[in-house]
């Protein structure tokens, strides 16, 4: 039943705890309008909206009487009264009511008259977009601006509190109760911050604020109906609380809006169109706030801070474009960067990261020798207190190897974003719009009261429609199941993990009634068009339904215009060629596409609603919803004495063959293939293969994510040395904070762990590791970092790595790049119990693609969850992988990764009780990390930068002068001497660095 009346009230699937709230709110509110009722209506009759008001004051009045009596009535237990259950039709032969005004029906379009076009915007970089086949003048609100309102009670839809994704394609069509409220993008926690203007990905509405929906209608209405309330609305609420104190909470909600909300783009100053009324019962109505002409394009006003970072993206994309021309001219057909090894991908974005790092992090950061300096006076808490200078030497935080590269040319600054700046700039002909967009309406079509029991509101036929016609096309917005799950919430948890309880289900997101789904298919579909989620269900074989939805046929419209929005070039924004794209070669290319890959293009497919027969006027617009969405209406209405739709949860089925075969059947999650194989057949030694999407066989980061073989045996020996070496020990004793190795956050230490291992050697008492515990209270785990203090060690751990056979890692990947040479120029072991955030970050950037962070297990726990998480290039994506034995994975420049949250031991969360789990038996994770580089004269004061000092340790500097002391792999004569720390390569060698 994708009519919307009753169902707006099962928003009261909110988290539990909020559901009295909500119901008090709501009869509070209905009371208190029973008191100023009449004083809102005598005011909006002088409110200047003209016929809009002759529309709102009549729904006003009707729900203003139905309100004061639910008002009086006993309310059950987290439910409010269903408006479908006050007036019941018992037949399907009830003409339809009519609510709306003659006014109304003078601005119904003539029937074949388009009255909405869906086109390429006007806008660059914009997509699609709305435009109006009339002319509407200024103040008005034709009946068509119309639609639903749905909000989104949870709020939990993306990472880190759930799925694989920071922003799912869908969040850019919900509007939401605050600026990434869903989906926060703008904070550095625990994500990069990647500026809007070069995402991947389209995050649509996540900034946007220009709009606002709130759960309690009655209170919005206040608002919008009175015409001399200031600004800040402080006052009316003000006097609302003191009439009414149990009135108190307005919850701002978050809201899927289909029609004008969904389609039209963003414009601060030549937005024509703004919402004027709403409630969850009557949907949402639009007024013109400028005189409204044919083939103009209809703008929304997206709020400040969606206007600064739009106006940020036009001028990151007018300044490629006039790069691009320019390597054009030059005859450069390359994506790369001006120095060689630099690609255009997530190169780019660390441009931007960088100097936004800066920005974060303007002071200076203490060099290695300082810290060493530190720690000799008995300082060992690291502080970046620019008052206090704790360190005797520092280094500037503004290093950036291609400077002058990336700097912008002097004329750049000059360079104009190219926007429409007057109303004619985003006109079109109708012409042009008829050759070029789709009708979403030709006037045929209208919403009215239906007769069908429960159902609501209903789209009826105003003229006759022949069989086979198209009634409606819809672009679609696509999604998984988990997407409209609601499950059990607390903000107030001190640990992010347990923000949401996923072993607790509330319920499911009203949006799920309005999605089309096949029972096989992770896929789910709903439609964005104005009316299409109005139309209510018909069983076909009863003669009640008479349209189905199919996809666009070959040569039409809605084809060729969803043709050119699916097909744009993954990663790139829109590409304003609409008219010069060369049509015909990947037609309705969704359906070739896993349902992974169309999960993440919502907006850019669409259906069309096609007539079964002929439809005579009158007629209610009927679609078959399926055989399973009847039983199971069925059986809750007959399983229910009291049944309100509201409560009521079933997606609509689809016709036999819709869906195609690769649709069905498959994994909505993100996997990588080679973990799969790998966990089943070893991976050969010194073999380097790159790391998969499974789902599409496309690569997690083109440069950097790889699984390269160890020698069998590899992980066993070297943790067999790290043993004796006493540094497992020292782990023990460091993450259960026994006395004595208490580390605090960013504390470090220095320890001999011979005293650990019972170790006597004279080369074992010389030995010195650094221990430093990191970021311990931001991101709320016992990451410790252990790495070789004084030059015996650092030698011990080489040989003992060359020993283990990790020699053939480092050759694997060298012969795989075609690398010179490598050195290994720091190494480090990494241990924790427990993690809740972490922070996805990349050890190693911009050294040409010379560079690579090399991890491999000694400790894992069996039976828990991926230890890793990798990030996609996109930067959206992040996948959780397991640790395996005798395989590292290698993470190269821009390889963004964290520690995945786990909890094998936390003596801090009082919710677990570990009985007796002590010592030696406290499940802890140790891996070893070996930073491995082509050190030349294109890097080497990139590593440099990165390493003198940089946390997690200091490192031993091997990066004084070039050629390298040390090579650990060498092409030319084939040695690998990590097993011989200390190798010079001869002068005579026939590739000197």
């Not at 937005?271 to 409204?292: C, H, L, Q, S």
Request: charged share 25%; net charge negative; proline share 6%.
């Amino acid at each position: 039943m994708a009519a919307d009346d009753g169902r707006k009230n099962g928003a009261h699937h909110f988290q539990q705890q909020q559901s009295h709230q909500i119901t008090r709110l709501v009869t509070a509110a209905a009371a208190l309008l029973c008191i100023i009722g009449f004083f809102v209506l005598v005011t909006a009759e002088s409110n200047n909206y003209g016929t809009t008001v002759t529309t709102t004051k009549g729904q006003f009045d009707a729900d203003a009487n139905k309100d004061c009596a639910a008002a009086d009535a006993p309310q059950t237990s987290h439910r409010k009264s269903s408006l479908r259950q006050e007036k019941k039709f018992h037949s399907k032969t009830v003409k339809p009511t009519n609510t709306n005004s003659d006014d109304e029906d003078e601005r119904l379009p003539h029937a074949g008259q388009c009255a909405l076009y869906l086109a390429p915007s006007s806008l660059p970089h914009a997509g699609l977009g709305l435009f109006s086949g009339t002319s509407i003048s200024e103040k008005e609100h034709p009946s068509l601006w119309t639609d639903l309102f749905v909000p989104v009670a949870d709020q939990y839809k993306a990472l880190p509190y759930r799925g694989q994704q920071r922003f799912p394609s869908w969040l850019q069509y919900i509007w939401q109760s605050s600026p990434g409220a869903l989906s926060d993008l703008t904070t550095n926690s625990p994500y990069p911050v990647v500026p809007s203007e070069i995402w991947d990905f389209d995050d649509g509405l996540n900034s946007a604020d220009g709009v606002k929906f709130y759960f309690n209608d009655l209170v919005d209405l206040l608002f919008q109906s009175l015409p001399d309330l200031p600004p800040e609305k402080g006052d009316l609420i003000d006097i609302v609380y003191g009439i009414m104190p149990g009135f108190q909470q307005v919850h701002r909600v978050s809201a899927f809006v289909p029609g004008l909300a969904s389609l039209a783009n963003g414009h601060e100053s030549l937005a024509n169109i703004d919402r004027v009324y709403f409630t969850p019962r009557r949907g949402i109505e639009w007024i013109a706030t400028k005189g409204v002409t044919e083939g103009m394009e209809l703008l929304i006003d997206y709020g400040k801070q969606w206007n600064l970072n739009n106006n940020h993206k036009l001028e990151y994309l007018a300044k490629k474009k006039k790069k691009d021309a320019k390597k054009k001219k030059e005859g450069v057909t390359t994506e790369t960067h001006d120095r060689e090894g630099y690609v255009d991908g997530i190169h780019k974005k660390w441009d931007q990261l960088d100097e936004t790092w800066i920005g974060y992090c303007p002071e200076e950061l203490p060099t290695e020798k300082a810290k060493r300096d530190r720690m000799a006076l008995g300082r060992t808490v690291d502080s970046s207190e620019s008052s206090t200078k704790p360190y005797s030497e520092y280094r500037k935080n503004d290093f950036h190897p291609w400077k002058e590269d990336v700097t912008d040319n002097g004329d750049d600054n000059d360079e104009e974003v190219d926007h429409p700046k007057t109303l004619d700039d985003i006109t079109k002909s109708l012409p042009w719009l008829d050759q070029n967009g789709i009708c979403l309406s030709y006037g045929k079509l209208r919403v009215d009261n239906s007769p069908i029991p429960y159902a609501g509101r209903g789209v009826f036929a105003t003229t006759h429609i022949r069989e086979g016609e198209v009634v409606l096309p819809s672009p679609l917005i696509a999604m998984r199941e988990e997407d409209f799950t609601i499950y059990k919430s607390d903000h107030t948890q001190e640990l992010v993990k347990k923000t949401i309880d996923k072993s607790i289900v509330i319920g499911k997101e009203l949006l799920f009634n309005y999605a089309f789904a096949h029972p096989e298919s992770p896929l789910y579909l709903v439609p964005t068009a104005p009316l299409a989620n109005f139309i209510n269900h018909g069983n076909r074989l009863r003669e009640g339904a008479n349209v189905q939805i199919r996809w666009p046929e070959v040569g039409s419209n809605t084809a060729k215009l969803f043709e050119w929005a699916y097909n744009q070039k993954h990663g790139d924004h829109f590409d304003n060629d609409f008219e010069n794209h060369p049509f015909g070669s990947h037609h309705n290319a969704w359906l070739e596409d896993h349902p992974i890959d169309v999960m993440e293009r919502s907006g850019k497919l669409a259906l069309e609603y096609v007539a079964l027969r002929d439809i005579h006027a009158g007629d209610e617009i009927l679609i078959d919803y399926g055989t399973l969405w009847e039983e199971a209406w069925v059986e809750f209405r007959d399983g229910h004495h009291h049944a309100r739709p509201g409560y009521f949860r079933h997606a609509i089925g689809v016709p036999v063959g819709f869906y195609p075969e690769n649709w069905r059947n498959v994994n909505d999650r993100y996997e990588i293939a080679e973990i799969q194989d790998l966990e089943n057949k070893s991976l050969e030694p010194g073999v380097a293969v790159p790391l998969t999407w499974a789902h599409n066989g496309k690569p997690v980061g083109s440069k950097y994510a790889y699984a390269v073989g160890l020698e069998k045996g590899s992980s066993d020996r070297f943790l067999e040395y790290s043993e004796e070496k006493g540094v497992i020990e020292l782990y023990r004793r460091l993450l259960t904070e026994q006395e004595g190795y208490h580390l605090p956050s960013d504390g470090f230490g220095v320890y001999n762990t011979e005293i650990l291992a019972n170790n006597t050697s004279k080369a074992d008492k010389l030995m010195e590791f650094f221990a430093h515990r990191y970021h311990s209270d931001e991101w709320a785990f016992n990451m410790h970092y252990v790495a070789a203090w004084d030059e015996s060690a650092r030698k011990d751990i080489w040989k003992a790595l060359g020993d283990a056979g990790f020699d053939t890692a480092i050759k694997g990947i060298g012969e795989r790049f075609g690398y010179d040479n490598m050195t290994c120029f720091h190494g480090s072991y990494m241990g924790l119990s427990h993690c809740d955030k972490s922070k996805m970050h990349s050890d190693i950037y911009a050294t040409d693609n010379k560079s690579w962070n090399i991890v491999f297990p000694l400790i894992t726990v069996e039976g828990t969850g991926p230890e890793l998480d990798i990030m996609s290039e996109n930067m959206n994506t992040v996948i959780g992988v397991h640790y395996l034995k005798d395989v590292a994975y290698a993470l190269g420049d821009f390889g963004y990764h964290q520690t995945r949250p786990t909890d094998y031991y936390n003596p801090d969360d009082s919710s677990v009780d570990y009985g007796d789990i002590a010592g030696n038996d406290i499940p802890i994770r140790v891996v070893f990390g070996a930073y491995c580089a082509q050190i030349d004269e294109t890097n080497v004061a990139m590593i440099r930068y990165i390493y003198d000092g940089e946390d997690p340790a200091p490192f031993a500097d091997q990066f004084k002068d070039v050629p390298m002391r040390e090579i650990h792999w060498d092409r030319a004569t084939g040695t690998s001497t990590l097993a011989k720390p200390g190798f010079t390569l001869p002068k005579s060698h026939p590739n000197p660095v």
